[in-house]
C-alpha cells in the first residue's frame, strides 16, 4: 500500500467561490477519503426566529443564499401562508413561478460558467456569465434588486410585471434560446469539455437515493423525482417533466442542468400564456399558529422549510434544509477514488451553495 | 479617479456573505462590468494580492482565516468590505454566531454599501482602493528611504 498523505483543501481556494475545508487523504495521487468541516459561514439565522417577526423573517430568509433568494423567500411565505390558511391570489402564485423560474436559469447558468471555470476554459466562464447578465436585467426592470429581490411577503407578492414588460420579456427569452443552444453545444459537443467531464465522478443510482443526494445530482443518477412536480405556486397548472439522465457521471450532471435550462424557459412560456389577472397580494391578519413542512424544488435540489408558530408574532421555531446539505455525502462518495486533479470539479458538480448550506 | 501606476491584484474571500456580495464580485469580473479594465486582476494566492475583498461578516469560525489571509498579504495592502454585511453585520448582527463588520478583526480601509452591493458600486470601491493603495506604496517607499539613510 502507498503511504497516505492529508492535504487541506480550503477554505480559502482559487476555485471555490465559498469556503469550505476537506481534508483530503491521498495514496499518491487518489483521493481515498475525503473528511468535510463546515461552519465557515455559519451565522445562526434560523435563531434570529426570536428577535424578528414572522413578516421581517421574509426578508432573513430571502438571505439565506443570495443565488436562490427568490425560492427561500417564497418557501418560508408559502409555509406560513400554509399555517395561516391565506388563499393567496392565482396572479401571485404566476408571478412567483415565473420568477422562480428565472432564478433558476441564472443560477444553471452561474453554475456552468464556474464549471468551465474550474477546468480552465476562461472564454466559456466568460459567455455564460454575459448570458446570466440578460436574466439579472430582467430581475432589475420586474422587481428592482439584480440578486435579492425582496418582493415575497406573506399573502402574495410586493410587485406586479405590468402586461408590456411581459410580453418584452417573453420575447426577450425567445430570443434567448438560439443563444443559449450555441452556447450549451459547447458544453455538450466540445472535445476538451468531454474529456474532462464524461466518466468522472460516478454516482449509481442506488448510491445517490441510499446517500439522499436531491436536485440535478439525483436525477442525473437516473431517478425521476423533481418537487415541482407536487404543485407548488402554479407549478400544479402548468406542465413540468424532470430532466433524467442515466448516466451518472460529471457529464450526466452538466447535461441535466442544461436541459432544465430549456425546460425553464418552455414553463416561462407557460406562464405567460396562463398569467391570470386580478390582485397580486391579499392583506394578512393576525399572527399563525400551527406548524408546517413545506418542499420546493430549487436549482440545486429540494429545499424543505420547516415553520413552527405559537400565536404570537414571533415563531417558535424556523428550519431550514437546503438541497447542498442533502448532497454533500453524495459528493464525498463521488471524490472517493478520483483523482486529486478532478477535485475541483467534483466539487462543482453539487453546484454547492455553502451559505445555504450553514446558514 | 487615482492616476494609477501600477496594476494592483485582488484577493476576494468570503466571510459569512450570503452569496448575494459575492456573486456581484465575481459579476464584476466579467464582461458586462469587467473591472481588468482598470488593470485589477483576480488572483487566489494572498501571497500575490494588495487589495482584499471581504464579502460577509466575521464569525467565531472564520475569523482566524480572515487574520491569516490579512497577515500573508504583503505590505502595503488594501481592504475593501464589500456589502452591509462586511461592513456592520448587517441583517445578521443580531445572529448569535455574528461577531459584526469586517473591522472588528482587520482595519479596513473602504466600506461599500448596499445588500446586496451593486457591481457599479463595487467598481467605485475598487478604484477607490487602489488609489488608497497608490499613497499607501508612496508613504511605504519614502518610510523606506528613510530607514536606509538612518541606518
Ligand atoms: S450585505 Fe446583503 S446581500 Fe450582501 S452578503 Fe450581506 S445579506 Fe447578503
Known amino acids: 500500500m502507498a503511504k497516505q498523505t492529508v492535504v487541506p483543501f480550503g477554505p480559502q481556494h482559487p476555485v471555490l467561490p465559498e469556503p469550505i475545508h476537506l481534508d483530503l487523504v491521498l495514496e499518491d495521487e487518489t483521493v481515498v477519503e475525503a473528511v468535510p468541516s463546515i461552519g465557515y459561514v455559519h ?10 417577526d414572522f413578516n421581517e423573517m421574509v426578508y432573513v430568509a430571502e438571505r439565506i443564499c443570495g443565488i436562490c433568494s427568490f425560492m427561500h423567500g417564497m418557501g418560508y411565505c408559502e409555509a406560513v401562508e400554509h399555517i ?53 436585467d430582467m430581475f432589475e426592470a420586474s422587481t428592482g434588486g439584480r440578486v435579492i429581490f425582496s418582493v415575497n411577503r406573506i399573502g402574495g407578492v410586493l410587485k406586479d410585471i405590468p402586461p408590456e414588460m411581459l410580453r418584452d420579456f417573453l420575447k426577450r427569452f425567445d430570443d434567448m434560446g438560439a443563444d443559449l443552444r ?54 400544479g397548472d402548468l406542465e413540468v417533466e424532470p430532466v433524467v439522465s442515466t448516466i451518472g457521471d460529471s457529464y450526466a450532471r452538466c447535461q441535466v442542468r442544461i436541459g432544465e435550462l430549456f425546460q425553464s424557459l418552455d414553463l416561462i412560456r407557460q406562464v405567460g400564456e396562463k398569467m391570470p389577472t ?19 424544488e430549487q436549482p440545486r435540489g429540494e429545499a424543505v422549510y420547516y415553520v413552527r408558530a405559537n400565536g404570537t408574532k414571533n415563531l417558535d421555531r424556523m428550519r431550514v434544509r437546503t438541497p447542498t446539505f442533502a448532497n454533500i455525502p453524495a459528493m464525498l462518495q463521488t471524490l472517493k477514488g478520483s483523482q486529486l486533479a478532478d477535485v475541483p470539479l467534483l466539487i462543482l458538480t453539487i453546484d454547492p451553495c455553502i451559505s445555504c448550506t450553514e446558514r | 479617479m487615482a492616476k494609477l501606476n501600477r496594476s494592483p491584484w485582488l484577493l476576494h474571500y468570503d466571510g459569512s456573505s450570503c452569496n448575494g456580495c459575492d456573486i456581484e464580485v465575481l459579476a464584476c469580473l466579467t464582461p458586462v462590468y469587467d473591472v481588468e479594465r482598470f488593470g485589477v486582476v483576480n488572483t487566489g494566492n494572498p501571497l500575490h494580492a494588495d487589495i482584499l475583498l471581504i464579502t460577509g461578516g466575521i464569525n467565531s469560525q472564520n475569523q482566524a482565516v480572515v487574520q491569516q ?36 478583526t ?28 497608490q499613497e499607501k506604496y508612496e508613504k511605504y517607499v519614502s518610510e523606506n528611504k528613510e530607514r536606509k539613510r538612518s541606518s
Open chain 1, 43 to 52: 451565522r445562526g439565522l434560523e435563531k434570529l426566529v426570536e428577535k424578528k
Open chain 1, 182 to 235: 450555441r452556447l450549451t453545444r459547447t458544453f455538450l459537443d466540445d472535445y476538451s469539455v468531454n474529456e474532462r467531464l464524461r466518466d468522472v465522478g460516478f454516482l449509481t443510482k442506488e448510491q445517490a437515493l441510499s446517500l439522499g443526494a436531491v436536485g440535478p445530482m439525483l436525477r442525473a443518477s437516473g431517478v425521476c423525482y423533481d418537487v415541482r412536480k407536487t404543485g407548488y405556486a402554479a407549478y
Open chain 2, 106 to 133: 482587520i482595519p479596513v480601509d473602504i466600506y461599500v454599501p448596499g445588500c446586496a452591493a451593486r457591481p457599479e458600486s463595487i467598481i467605485d470601491g475598487v478604484v477607490k482602493a487602489v488609489g488608497v493603495f
Open chain 1, 84 to 136: 395561516m390558511h391565506v388563499d393567496v391570489p392565482a396572479r401571485a402564485k404566476y408571478l412567483r413561478t415565473l420568477w422562480c423560474e428565472m432564478s433558476r436559469l441564472h443560477s444553471h447558468l452561474l453554475w456552468l460558467g464556474l464549471l468551465a471555470d474550474a477546468f480552465g476554459f476562461e472564454s466559456l466562464f466568460m459567455q455564460s456569465w454575459r448570458m446570466r447578465e440578460k436574466i439579472l
Open chain 2, 69 to 104: 489571509i490579512y497577515s500573508q498579504m504583503p505590505n502595503p495592502k488594501v481592504v475593501v468590505a464589500v456589502g452591509a454585511c462586511a461592513c456592520t453585520g448587517g441583517i445578521f448582527k443580531e445572529c448569535y454566531n455574528i461577531h459584526g463588520g469586517v473591522d472588528t
Open chain 1, 278 to 296: 386580478g390582485p397580486i397580494a391579499v392583506p394578512v391578519k393576525g399572527n399563525p399558529e400551527g406548524e408546517f413542512f413545506m418542499r420546493c
